[in-house]
């Protein structure tokens, strides 16, 4: 499984970006899907995932704000992002699991071993 990012860009305070995750390999169903983020000197922190039967899961700081969405007949994950806050600045990464038939509730970076390269998401203020 390949995952490449884009959306990425700079934007005000308040404003929305959206972020594609296109999958290639196949992400089948079973594969658990989810956005981290990682700002310059912190680790990387979970934002949204779909957990299994694709109900969604979000970090409280972003809960309201963002949306996680797929298109599955295109293998493509989306991160909508609106009202956009300097702390939402960071690399973003969609990232991949399979979930061999299991759950999907993990927001454990280390459980994931499917990544992108990210995409650089700017918010001034």
């Known amino acids: 499984v390949q995952l490449v990012e884009s959306g990425g860009g700079s934007v005000q305070a308040g404003g929305s970006l959206r972020l594609s995750c296109a999958a290639s390999?196949?992400?089948?169903?079973?594969?658990?899907l989810a956005w981290f983020r990682q700002a310059p000197g912190k680790e990387r922190e979970w934002v949204a995932r779909?957990?299994?039967?694709?109900?969604?899961a979000y970090a409280d700081s972003v809960k309201g704000r963002f949306t996680i969405s797929k298109d599955s007949f295109k293998d493509i994950l989306y991160l909508e992002m609106n009202a956009l806050k300097p702390d939402d600045t960071a690399m973003y990464y969609c990232?991949?699991?399979?979930?061999?038939?299991?759950?999907?509730?993990?927001?454990?970076?280390?459980?994931?071993?499917?990544w992108g390269q990210g995409t650089q998401v700017t918010v001034s203020s």
């Open positions: 990232a991949a699991r399979d979930s061999g038939g299991g759950f999907c509730y993990s927001s454990d970076a280390r459980r994931f071993n499917y």
């Open positions: 390999g196949g992400t089948s169903n079973r594969y658990c």
């Open positions: 779909f957990n299994s039967f694709g109900a969604t």
